[in-house]
């Protein structure tokens, strides 16, 4: 076995910033491969459910003519050349053989019950789901060894024996790796001077989580009531605190008067976002936002009808839940004049969930945002939101009481002096225009976050 350690570091972006960034790396010498596209094959222990922890992975290279689910799962059964690896959490990657090659087929990937299995000594391993990139790979002189890794596009797709269903994009990616840690800080500050790219720990799990959360808990269990959550404002945590601040609340209510919390996902137990928000101007008793996943894809979402219920805000809210999927590839000036929309402002929102389950079956998750605007106005709030249920149906009176109860137990912990309840939406906060918004075909942009350029 062969362990890899150097300086890598890697960061998230919006596709509509990715010019921006390529055009930084003008002078760079590119690095042009035959193979221009990386297809890692995640595999998992037959017959046991969803693990991520120590991800088993197939590396290979590729030329696809396009990167549809036919085409992807009709590159796995010719069979893939590429390299086995194991990487944990801390980034560590391990290629098993001493990183040689090994070609994929015959006996190594084989057929059986309708899956693709991987035999490795005693164990059994099945294909579970594979990502593609189509990525360049440029050199910089600012150090020994210093490379710049663009991912143009990360498609995600799982697989049901030789089919590939397709997951969504999870959009562009920058990763800088180095000989030494001041030669990536030196490459980031000329890449990204403006603090644009985010760090997001897990981020890359986002696609295939919510997918598994959709298996877990069925859509209409929610959908028959209204939106129904209680807000809390906090202190400022930064978005790569978020994670850790979401994972220390969750622990705070299991010692709570409910008993044990079963968490709904693998680890790291959550789903981290990124997306951005495209404020509306409210008409006829709506709150109108255009939302962007960071791949550029765009759906509407409409609130109306807010009321209380004890701390518990509910709201009637019309969303898709499929944007990654679907979701309309045009600019959102575009996008908001096709429905008689007038955009008022732009914000960014940073975004870490952790769905659970309660013993008696119902689902909450509970989530911290980061947003920001195009005018440095920033919130942070903690959100307690339910999700659906495990067993049968709630009426909306009996979810406001259960929600009200974790609420109180979450004040009630170490933490609850930091959270303030709030009945605050981010309508209220980043919907009003400004005087001198608007000036571009496109609208404005989030402000650069001041520290992004600091954080390790």
Excluded at 187 to 200: A, N, Q, S
Aim: with cysteine.
């Amino acid at each position: 076995m062969t362990t890899l350690r150097r300086v890598e570091w890697r960061g998230d972006l919006f596709a509509s910033e990715l010019p921006g960034l390529l055009r930084r790396l003008g002078g760079a010498r590119v690095r042009a491969y035959d193979l221009p596209h990386t297809l890692t094959l995640f595999l998992q222990h037959a017959g046991r459910p969803l693990e991520v922890e120590h991800a088993l992975r197939i590396r290979a290279y590729g030329r696809l003519d396009d990167f549809s689910a036919e085409s992807v799962a009709a590159a796995i059964e010719r069979g893939l050349a590429g390299k086995l690896q194991i990487k944990d959490a801390c980034g560590a990657v391990t290629e098993l053989g001493g990183g040689r090659v090994a070609v994929l087929r015959g006996a190594l990937l084989g057929r059986a019950d309708g899956l693709w299995r991987v035999r490795l000594g005693s164990g059994e391993y099945v294909a579970a789901s594979v990502r593609v990139a189509r990525r360049t790979h440029h050199e910089l002189d600012l150090g020994r060894g210093v490379r710049v890794t663009v991912d143009h596009e990360r498609r995600l797709f799982r697989l049901h024996g030789q089919a590939a269903r397709f997951l969504g994009d999870l959009g562009p990616r920058v990763e800088i790796k180095a000989a030494r840690p001041e030669d990536a800080q030196r490459t980031r500050e000329l890449l990204d001077p403006d603090g644009r790219l985010r760090r997001l720990p897990y981020r890359s799990l986002e696609l295939l989580f919510q997918d598994e959360l959709r298996g877990r808990i069925a859509a209409e269990t929610h959908l028959a009531l209204p939106e129904i959550e209680v807000k809390f404002d906090v202190p400022p945590w930064g978005p790569e605190a978020a994670s850790g601040r979401v994972r220390a609340l969750v622990q705070q209510l299991a010692g709570g008067p409910f008993g044990p919390l079963a968490p709904l996902l693998p680890f790291p137990h959550q789903v981290v976002r990124l997306r951005r928000y495209h404020m509306c101007a409210p008409a006829e008793g709506e709150r109108r936002v255009i939302v962007e996943t960071a791949a550029g894809r765009l759906s509407p979402k409409v609130k109306r009808q807010p009321r209380l219920s004890g701390p518990a805000l509910l709201r009637a809210t019309s969303a898709s839940h499929t944007t990654d999927l679907d979701g309309a590839c045009v600019s959102p000036l575009e996008f908001a004049a096709a429905r008689g929309w007038s955009l008022s402002n732009v914000m960014d929102k940073l975004q870490a969930k952790w769905p659970f389950v309660l013993p008696g079956g119902r689902a909450y998750q509970l989530g911290v945002d980061d947003c920001q605007d195009a005018h440095g106005r920033r919130l942070f709030q903690v959100e307690l939101e339910y999700i659906g249920t495990q067993g049968p149906l709630a009426g909306t009176d009996e979810v406001c009481d259960e929600i009200a109860a974790l609420a109180t137990a979450l004040r009630a912990g170490p933490q609850g002096a930091r959270l303030v309840p709030s009945t605050r939406s981010k309508s209220d906060v980043f919907e009003a225009r400004a005087a001198s918004q608007l000036s571009g075909t496109e609208g404005p942009r989030p402000t650069p976050r001041a520290s992004a350029a600091r954080r390790a």
